[in-house]
């Protein structure tokens, strides 16, 4: 087990991204039966298939970059989900599948959904196919690396992870616990002591001492707690929020306090 002291999941390439939403239903337009095309090109969204008939074949693209796409879908899912390959479908979701986070890596900048309404009686239970995506860029010509999820932040990351990052928080680690057993997922347990940042999220303001947050991390990383005050650096991924950045209260306070670091921030820095 390592311990949790300085953590990156993979901050070389995340930033803010556009959602894309899809939504549409089986009941109208004449493709009821056939296959109708969906183009997404934006980081994340989600797709809303009400009454689904026939199928959708979901194109995903990201600025012409390879990527790594993640899925969950919501319960009671009123379809199977394929992946497309070169020659042939892959099943990664079932009718009425669990919602656990699924993952996969791009093929030429893009990926293919296959999406086919399931039986009626499926349908009749929970009449819609609905799922969200995550797409995050990788290095150009680099294919994804899981232990690229477990290094070290260097210090440019961890400043342009406290200023992309949708919550910034410092606390103390309680325990981190395995989320479920299908999912390559922890979950950071943290006592906050004091929000430094909060972007896009209802906890109320910023610098407020609140009771705790969970915090999503790689399991193949096999973080473990360690002892003193902790800087979490964390965004939302597929309504769950991920790790980005986690160095010591001390480090970060350090690099802080460099005029030429504050100076160069593209945000107001704090510890």
């Given at each position: 087990?390592?311990?949790?002291?300085?953590?990156?999941?993979?901050?070389?390439?995340?930033?803010?991204?556009?959602?894309?939403?899809?939504?549409?239903?089986?009941?109208?337009?004449?493709?009821?039966?056939?296959?109708?095309?969906?183009?997404?090109?934006?980081?994340?969204?989600?797709v809303s298939w009400s009454y689904p008939e026939g199928a959708l074949r979901v194109l995903l693209r990201l600025n012409n970059r390879n990527f790594?796409?993640?899925?969950?879908?919501?319960?009671?899912?009123?379809?199977s989900i394929?992946?497309?390959?070169?020659?042939?479908?892959?099943?990664?979701?079932?009718?009425?599948?669990?919602?656990?986070m699924r993952?996969?890596?791009?093929?030429?900048?893009?990926?293919?959904l296959y999406v086919e309404a399931a039986t009626d009686e499926v349908v009749a239970h929970r009449p819609v196919a609905e799922f969200a995506y995550d797409?995050?860029?990788?290095?150009?010509?680099?294919?994804?690396?899981?232990?690229?999820?477990?290094?070290?932040?260097?210090?440019?990351?961890?400043?342009?992870?406290?200023?992309?990052?949708?919550?910034?928080?410092?606390g103390i680690i309680q325990r981190v616990q395995?989320?479920?057993?299908?999912?390559?997922?922890?979950?950071?347990?943290?006592?906050?002591?004091?929000?430094?940042r909060s972007s896009g999220l209802e906890w109320g303001g910023e610098n407020e001492v609140v009771d705790r947050t969970m915090v999503g991390v790689a399991r193949h990383c096999g973080a473990a707690h360690g002892e003193g005050e902790m800087v979490i650096m964390a965004r939302r991924k597929l309504g769950r929020l991920v790790l980005i950045c986690a160095p010591r209260h001390s480090e970060w306070h350090a690099i802080v306090?460099?005029?030429?670091?504050?100076?160069?921030?593209?945000?107001?820095?704090?510890?």
């Amino acid at each position: 087990m390592i311990l949790l002291h300085v953590f990156c999941i993979l901050a070389f390439s995340f930033a803010q991204s556009q959602q894309c939403d899809w939504s549409g239903s089986g009941l109208s337009g004449g493709e009821k039966r056939g296959v109708r095309p969906v183009y997404l090109r934006c980081g994340e969204g989600r797709v809303s298939w009400s009454y689904p008939e026939g199928a959708l074949r979901v194109l995903l693209r990201l600025n012409n970059r390879n990527f790594r796409a993640c899925l969950r879908p919501s319960p009671g899912l009123a379809a199977s989900i394929y992946l497309e390959g070169s020659r042939s479908l892959t099943k990664i979701y079932s009718p009425n599948t669990t919602t656990h986070m699924r993952c996969f890596q791009s093929r030429g900048g893009q990926a293919a959904l296959y999406v086919e309404a399931a039986t009626d009686e499926v349908v009749a239970h929970r009449p819609v196919a609905e799922f969200a995506y995550d797409l995050q860029p990788l290095p150009k010509g680099k294919v994804y690396d899981p232990n690229e999820e477990c290094r070290p932040c260097t210090k440019d990351e961890m400043i342009h992870a406290y200023c992309t990052s949708e919550i910034v928080t410092r606390g103390i680690i309680q325990r981190v616990q395995p989320v479920d057993d299908e999912t390559d997922l922890s979950e950071i347990v943290v006592k906050e002591t004091k929000r430094l940042r909060s972007s896009g999220l209802e906890w109320g303001g910023e610098n407020e001492v609140v009771d705790r947050t969970m915090v999503g991390v790689a399991r193949h990383c096999g973080a473990a707690h360690g002892e003193g005050e902790m800087v979490i650096m964390a965004r939302r991924k597929l309504g769950r929020l991920v790790l980005i950045c986690a160095p010591r209260h001390s480090e970060w306070h350090a690099i802080v306090r460099q005029p030429a670091v504050r100076d160069a921030a593209h945000c107001l820095l704090a510890s």
